[in-house]
């Protein structure tokens, strides 16, 4: 439970008796996941992905246990950076294990804005960040196309293992470019296949991002078969979305250029 609430739900110790004083209490700490930030371009002023888009099945893409042996944080966060004090954007938080190990990694002077657009996700989630007594932990609802994120804010973001899922990518980017601050940068960690097979080859990966105006300034392999770390830099100048050209499947511009429905 975050610290905010604990006056309230002591009050209500003093002035409620028993079973009534929870439920004062739970509803207290259980509020509604919402958007930490206004609304960015409309997801129809962008071209749709000319490739199949994987759906969402697990907040989780492999056991936490799984993922600490293969030290998957501590490469990315090296590869990133990540360091105390910086602010950094968990895009696509699912279950957390991201959330919880940046919390720790940027400290009490940094924070991390863990974003999904699943609610029950972030139900889960925000009670998790409210269990450990995570004060550095923000939870937000964003769109398909549009993380919610407040303007310049981020210092870096981590999109781990959902980049398949993303059905608007051209929007989703074009938006969370407004959220970083120059210099930061963009992490991105999937496995090597197709998108069907919840992966995304790198040439697709680097066409998506070069559409929209990012630079590469990284690509790791990583150890423990987790997948790819791919590191890229915003765009110097954002592009006008009438602008940004589609990407086939085998990481080609599009011939056709047509705008998300």
Known sequence: MRLATRPFCILMLLLALGGATATMCELAAAQPVAPLAPPGVAAAAF???????????????????ERRSANETEQVFKLLGIKPGMHVGDIGAGSGFYTMQLSRAVGPS??????DITPKYLEA???????ADAANV????GEEHDPRLPAHSLDAAVLIHMYHE???PYALLFNLAAALKPGALVGIVDLDRATPEHGTPPKLLRCELAAVGYREAGFHKLKGGVGYLAIFKPPLEAKQPSAIKA???DGNTA???QRAS
């Open 255 to 257: 011939a056709k250029n």
């Open 125 to 131: 989630l925000q009670q998790r960040v409210r269990a």
């Open 247 to 249: 990407c086939s499947r």
């Open 110 to 115: 940094g924070e991390v804005l863990a974003q």
């Open 166 to 168: 993303i059905a608007q």
């Open 138 to 141: 923000k939870v937000g609802l």
């Open 47 to 65: 071209p749709a992905p000319d490739r199949p888009v994987a759906s969402v099945i697990s907040p989780i893409w492999a056991s936490e246990d």
